[in-house]
């Protein structure tokens, strides 16, 4: 089914299941020695800026990320697959001046975009699928964190969220990030962060990288002065309102984590196909050889 250019991996009949059989077969090599299909196009690198606007002010508010992929594909052409699955994160196919992506992407209008078990898995699958056809990522990051509650925790969350991290980190084919907004704690480096391998990490100026959010961090870190504040008749809001804005000035946003290393470019949204298409080009002839072993042990 078509919306917003994007093909859903879902088929209402025979005919149309054979036709996004097909497409999907198009983005795909036909073995695993062989570099995916090359399908020569006509897009301009730099053929939009409406990016620069597709982030809400509101930090609460959220966007569709297929968007932003749309924006990225050649010609806006993306197919989705297991789209019913785990709204929360999306995966797919799209092509990049005619050769074929892997797109993974949190998704803020689903659950704020957070890593649960079933996305986890959802995301951990595409990227091992992905490295064993020899086709690069692009993974775009809104994350708040992993998902909290009990369910979760007797679920194993956490033995669920590392097959996220182990599929990246033994991933050996390109693998660009670019962190859009929210990019929080260890959900963070499971979307691929610098630390997990990623090749290239560009972020907008919306992004926000740290290890959680301002308001939960200034009600831990300040906690004290806080107290003081309330203790001596003080507007507890307004110092809390500082605290906030003193904690994204100096540590979350992406000007600190280019300055230690964990972002290679902080971009105007504008520029990310172009810097994308760069980053492509020159990562076409990686390379990576892996420790002689037959395989890790992937948590299962």
């Not at 990522?137 to 679920?155: N, R, S």
Request: charged share 20%; net charge negative; with cysteine.
């Amino acid at each position: 089914m078509a919306h917003s250019g994007v093909t859903h991996f879902v088929a209402a009949d025979d005919h149309q299941a054979i036709l996004i059989a097909k497409k999907l077969l198009s983005f795909l090599p036909s073995n695993n020695t062989e570099e995916p299909p090359f399908v020569p196009g006509h897009d301009d690198v730099e053929r939009d800026d409406s990016l620069d606007t597709i982030i809400p002010d509101d930090p609460k508010k959220g966007y569709d990320v297929r968007e932003v992929i749309i924006k990225l594909a050649d010609m806006g052409d993306f197919l989705e697959v297991q789209a019913g699955f785990a709204p929360n994160i999306v995966v797919g196919f799209g092509r990049i001046t005619g050769r074929t992506v892997g797109f993974v992407a949190n998704q803020p209008i689903a659950m704020s975009g957070v890593l649960d078990i079933d996305s986890s898995d959802k995301g951990a699958r595409f990227v091992r699928f992905c490295n064993a056809f020899n086709i690069p990522l692009v993974t775009l990051v809104d994350v708040p964190g992993f998902l909290p509650g009990v369910t979760q925790e007797y679920g194993g969350i956490i033995r669920h969220g590392a097959k996220m991290l182990f599929a990246y980190s033994a991933a050996t084919v390109p693998k660009i990030t670019v962190v859009l907004r929210k990019a929080y704690g260890g959900a963070y480096l499971a979307m691929c962060g610098k630390d997990l391998g990623a090749d290239r990490v560009f972020a907008w100026p919306t992004a926000e990288i740290a290890v959680m959010g301002a308001q939960g961090a200034v009600g831990i870190l300040y906690r004290s002065e806080l107290a003081e504040v309330a203790a001596q008749g003080g507007d507890v809001d307004a110092a809390r309102q500082g605290y906030i804005t003193e904690y994204e000035d100096t540590l979350a946003n992406p000007y600190m984590a280019a300055e230690r290393g964990y972002v290679d470019s902080v971009i105007p949204p504008s520029e990310t196909r172009p810097g994308v298409i760069r980053a492509l080009r020159a990562l076409r002839n990686k390379r990576e050889t892996l420790p002689p072993k037959k395989h890790g042990n992937i948590p299962l």
